[in-house]
């Protein structure tokens, strides 16, 4: 079955750096799109960047554009994030999701999601 | 950047109830909009696609519908499992993928 297991939360002091990972198994992680999405405690969820199968592909919100860094390791069946210059309102569950086959842009599995606190 | 309103913010049900709850676009979006379930300290969960898709292993109870601005997530007959907050999603501005505000179904 499709799993999606993140790690790499924590807390953080304004201006740190964090990288997340994503371990995907059950399905053949080099033929998907992949996202990350975050929620702040108690808010909506808010999409954060996405990358393409190959990883030739990318985009970000403009809330993290300049400061986050999205790669994949299709061998290693690996998304990651890079988090740079960390503020207050980057705190939340961050999550990675993985696009649907033939609509990228749709989310058909989720991971449970790592937290990241940044408070000094 | 294309904004998303949902409506109701809340509303409470009671099981075996029908349950609708409207996404509007701030401009078109023709049918690149998606529906989420998500209970409490859970991940969502994909339930409707391209506006009326259903998603595999999803009960039929769940239906969407709407093109353009305006869309309905109907739930036929609300089940014990189903309180939960339901996001829309639109995806017709690429990349960027914003989800509406949500709507929190609970107990009445």
């Known amino acids: 079955q499709v799993q999606l297991v993140e790690s790499g939360g924590g807390l953080v002091k304004p201006g740190g750096s964090l990288r997340l990972s994503c371990a995907a198994s059950?399905?053949?992680?080099?033929?998907?799109?992949m996202s990350w999405i975050r929620q702040a405690p108690g808010k909506g969820l808010e999409w954060v960047s996405y990358i393409s199968s190959s990883g030739s592909t990318i985009y970000y919100a403009d809330s993290v554009k300049g400061r986050f860094t999205i790669s994949r390791d299709n061998a290693k069946n690996s998304l990651y994030l890079q988090m740079n210059s960390l503020r207050a309102e980057d705190t939340a569950v961050y999550y990675c999701?993985?696009?649907?086959?033939?609509?990228?842009?749709?989310?058909?599995?989720w991971g449970q999601g790592t937290l990241v606190t940044v408070s000094s | 950047d294309i904004q998303m309103t949902q409506s109701p913010s809340s509303v409470s049900a009671s099981v075996g109830d029908r349950v609708t709850i409207t996404c509007r676009a701030s401009q078109g979006i023709s049918s690149w909009l998606a529906w989420y379930q998500q209970k409490p300290g859970k991940a969502p969960k994909l339930l409707i696609y391209?506006?009326?898709s259903l998603q595999s292993g999803v009960p039929s109870r769940f239906s969407g519908s709407g093109s353009g601005t305006d869309f309905t997530l109907t739930i036929s007959s609300l089940q014990p499992e189903d309180f939960a907050t339901y996001y829309c999603?639109?995806?017709?501005?690429?990349?960027?993928?914003?989800f509406g505000p949500g709507t929190k179904v609970d107990i009445k």
């Open positions: 999603q639109q995806a017709n501005s690429f990349p960027s993928f914003t």
């Open positions: 391209a506006a009326s």
């Open positions: 999701a993985r696009g649907m086959d033939g609509s990228g842009w749709f989310f058909d599995y």
């Open positions: 059950g399905f053949t992680f080099s033929d998907y799109y």
